[in-house]
């Protein structure tokens, strides 16, 4: 496993991938504020807030839907960290990439530089390109989760002449793909985005225990449920060199316990038999 979320407390996982370009044009562009978005539980806007903080940037969160900051860690934190939060109803949220409202929040903040949800642009991509190197060259098969898409295509510019790269996609909708070196399975959503079933909170704990590397519920959690599944249907072959991309996003995990009323510290048994 890449573990991506050991590399820093606050910007950890593919945040920092996403984001490190995006910071270096915005202060190329003279600006001093960073716009971007994210629900009230958003490892991005967690990340921007804190990466702001630490480069010099003032920073504005447009979040989706109503809530106290106050009763919600991740917004708390945000806020903390001089992150300005804006709450929009999740109908005028859906406009966050139209271009009218786009422009809009332009004149809006005039001294900010926006960065798409997730830091979904070219350069969250480019950053994204980074997260192999050298020390993954040995290996042949990658898996990381699929969201939308940044960080697999970023990966997939970087792969070597010997590697594949698995996409596991963690929201409910199909994502089809023509290459023979690229594949998403989106067959372990789990009910959808911020979604679970029992069987993954089983796996989730179990994995936890056996291997001592924390997972998040979103996204990882998932991503290593369908290797597992995927290494016992026999449709990963032993002579593989398997590969999975820790994405972070362990600052959520409170929100989303508290948000479903779960007990991450139940004992279970090995969910793979």
């Not at 069987?199 to 979103?218: C, G, M, Q, R, S």
Request: hydrophobic share 35%.
């Amino acid at each position: 496993m890449l573990r991506l979320d050991l590399l820093h407390p606050e910007i950890s996982g593919n945040k920092w991938y996403k984001l490190k370009h995006n910071l270096t044009e915005a202060r190329s562009q003279g600006k001093k504020t960073i716009l971007t978005f994210g629900g009230a539980f958003s490892n991005h806007i967690a990340a921007t807030a804190a990466a702001c903080n630490q480069q010099g940037f003032q920073s504005i969160g447009i979040i989706r839907g109503d809530s106290d900051a106050s009763s919600n860690h991740t917004l708390a934190q945000a806020q903390a960290l001089g992150m300005q939060l804006v709450f929009l109803s999740r109908i005028d949220y859906r406009d966050k990439t139209d271009p009218i409202f786009l422009e809009k929040l332009s004149q809006q903040f005039p001294e900010a530089y926006i960065v798409p949800e997730g830091g979904d642009n070219l350069l969250g991509e480019k950053g994204c390109g980074e997260i192999l190197n050298s020390a993954t060259d040995a290996f042949t098969t990658i898996f990381c989760a699929y969201g939308t898409g940044t960080t697999f295509r970023g990966m997939a510019t970087s792969l070597g002449a010997h590697q594949s790269l698995t996409g596991i996609n963690v929201l409910k909708y199909e994502v089809l793909l023509d290459d023979e070196r690229l594949q998403v399975f989106n067959n372990y959503h789990f009910g959808g985005y911020a979604r679970h079933k029992p069987e993954l909170l089983t796996f989730k704990t179990w994995f936890e225990n056996h291997f001592a590397i924390p997972l998040d519920y979103v996204y990882t959690a998932k991503l290593c449920y369908a290797v597992f599944d995927l290494i016992k249907q026999g449709k990963i072959g032993s002579h593989e060199r398997v590969l999975m991309v820790h994405s972070g996003g362990l600052q959520g995990n409170a929100g989303y316990e508290a948000r479903y009323n779960l007990n991450p510290s139940r004992q279970v048994n090995d969910p793979q038999g």
